[in-house]
């Protein structure tokens, strides 16, 4: 009985942390599909504040994305990661298989706000080739 009531505490515990898990993954999800629909406006509305201000408007940012993340813009596969803390942020690792088969690991600095969570910064991971 022990056993089984430690087993529900934990699962209890764990359960904020998952759903956190999965909000942040849904922010970059939806992101990510309204990208690929050429969906500048809802795209952005997933950046933070800061990267908004950055970039000012939508048409910008979808420009910054396509110039600079050809694979976020029409990703080919994208598996979710890990969600780690580093320095009181979080981020999200997300592999991204564009459509010429090449995978990209990125890390998503994310942040929640009064709307939810938000991508506060995107960080394209050096390629690690194949060795000998």
């Given amino acids: 009985m022990r056993l089984l009531a430690g087993l529900l505490t934990a699962a209890c515990l764990c359960a904020p942390a998952l759903a956190q898990d999965d909000q942040i993954q849904n922010t970059i999800r939806n992101q ?4 690929g629909q050429d969906d500048y406006v ?4 997933f950046a933070s504040p800061t990267i908004k201000g950055i970039f000012g408007t939508a048409d910008n940012f979808g420009m910054m994305v396509r110039q600079g993340y050809p694979m976020v813009h029409r990703p080919g596969d994208v598996r979710m990661l890990d969600l780690r803390e580093v320095a009181g942020s979080l981020w999200q690792r997300v592999m991204i298989t564009d459509q010429q088969g090449r995978t990209h690991l990125l890390d998503y600095q994310m942040i929640e706000t009064a709307d939810g969570w938000q991508i506060n910064g995107v960080q394209l991971l ?4 194949v060795g000998a």
Avoid: E, I, M, Y
């Avoid at 050096?126 to 080739?129: D, K, L, N, Q």
């Fill in 42 to 45: 809802t795209a952005f509305s």
């Fill in 32 to 35: 990510l599909s309204a990208l």
């Fill in 126 to 129: 050096p390629s690690v080739g």
